[in-house]
């Protein structure tokens, strides 16, 4: 009777209980979702579920896209959640997968399967383009554009200026990156938000930002840069073509920026490799420094981290990448710009804020951070003044 006993506790420990059922079911959808999409199979998708998503993404051009089931929910009754991780592979591009959170709402129906009804970003997170609509992709020689609610000319024109962003860049920085940009254009301001999971008002009038993993080493998922198609609509070519091969650098240099590098540093050598080759001056290019310079304003310090802060006093911002740019100038300028690219991997390879900086002046220009300040007030009253 005892030996009875034990293969029966056996036995029943040994089972799958039916949430565990469930998980490996809805795992197997998720598979045959992912299959579908890698094969362009619109009818196998239409078989898991909702398929709106499958017509909006088509057009990316995907080397890898699969789920990864994290945690189901409510699984007692014919309907469920799902946390979901998506990973996947642009095409050419990324190295690595890139991984977003996903939340999925499931329908068990009579033949015991599993089905998607819907297909949302996980919450606290941002959305991925084709939550806003149907994307269209433009291929250049240097750049993928992906867009949504744009025209086809309109991302053609995007290419053209993110293929003359980046030989410029390569120019300036060398040829240590992947020379190619991903750029993403959602059809409003409101999109912008929504993929960097973040309210309008924080990047209202910011023409675009550069996303990407600090520090991340080679192998990191591409960078993606965002347009905020109304601030950067208004801007004119010259303008356009700054703005892009600015955030073509925050591409180039991003293995190189780490947690030591100061803003000022990165957007400030950023703007350097935008105006380089434009031969505009000084005072055209930082109008706001200059008026305050004129007025006997001369700032005391370099920019602080928090002086970058989108959706605070503009001109004091601009004021900030200003002298950002200014610094790195005056660095090109005084010690040449193979130093002041050494100088910009040697803060960062410091790995910390405390010290890198002081290191780096110290190491590849041999001066002080207080030698180094008033050399650059003295630079701002001589080219502003």
């Not at 947690?259 to 930082?286: H, I, N």
Request: aromatic residues 8%; charged residues 25%.
């Amino acid at each position: 009777m005892l030996l009875g006993a034990l293969v029966s506790l056996v036995a029943c420990g040994g089972g799958r209980s039916e949430t565990d059922t469930a998980s490996a079911d809805v795992q197997r959808l998720l598979d045959r979702r992912a299959e579908a999409v890698l094969a362009g199979d619109a009818p196998a998708y239409a078989r898991t579920g909702a398929s709106a998503e499958f017509t909006r993404l088509r057009a990316l051009p995907l080397a890898a896209w699969s789920y990864r089931l994290i945690t189901l929910h409510g699984t007692d009754g014919d309907a469920a959640t799902a946390d979901v991780e998506l990973s996947y592979r642009v095409d050419g591009i990324d190295k690595a997968p890139v991984k977003a959170g996903r939340r999925l709402s499931l329908t068990e129906r009579n033949d015991g399967q599993w089905y998607v009804d819907k297909d949302e970003p996980a919450r606290k997170t941002g959305q991925q383009l084709w939550d806003q609509g149907t994307v269209q992709a433009v291929r250049g020689t240097h750049s993928l554009v992906l867009g949504v609610g744009q025209s086809p000319e309109s991302l053609r024109r995007y290419a053209g200026l993110a293929d003359r962003a980046v030989p410029a860049v390569t120019d300036a920085w060398g040829g240590a990156w992947t020379k190619r940009v991903v750029i993403l254009v959602p059809k409003s301001l409101d999109g912008m938000a929504g993929l960097l999971g973040s309210p309008a008002s924080a990047y209202r009038g910011i023409a675009a930002v550069t996303t990407g993993e600090v520090g991340g080493s080679a192998k990191a998922p591409a960078d993606r840069i965002i347009v905020n198609p109304e601030a950067y609509g208004v801007l004119g070519d010259f303008g356009k073509q700054v703005v892009l091969t600015h955030e073509t650098t925050h591409v180039a240099t991003r293995t190189a920026t780490t947690a030591a590098t100061p803003l000022w540093l990165s957007e400030g050598y950023a703007d350097w490799v935008g105006y380089r080759s434009t031969g505009r001056t000084a005072v055209q290019a930082a109008p706001e420094l200059a008026r305050a310079v004129a007025a006997g304003e001369v700032p005391d310090a370099l920019p602080e981290d928090k002086d970058f802060g989108f959706g605070g006093d503009a001109a004091k911002l601009a004021q900030a990448y200003e002298g950002g740019w200014l610094a790195c100038r005056m660095v090109a300028d005084r010690w040449g710009e193979v130093r002041l690219d050494e100088f910009y991997r040697a803060v960062g390879a410091h790995g910390e804020r405390a010290g890198a900086v002081e290191g780096a002046l110290g190491k590849v220009l041999g001066t002080t951070p207080a030698e180094f300040t008033a050399l650059w007030r003295e630079y701002l009253r001589d080219q502003l003044g």
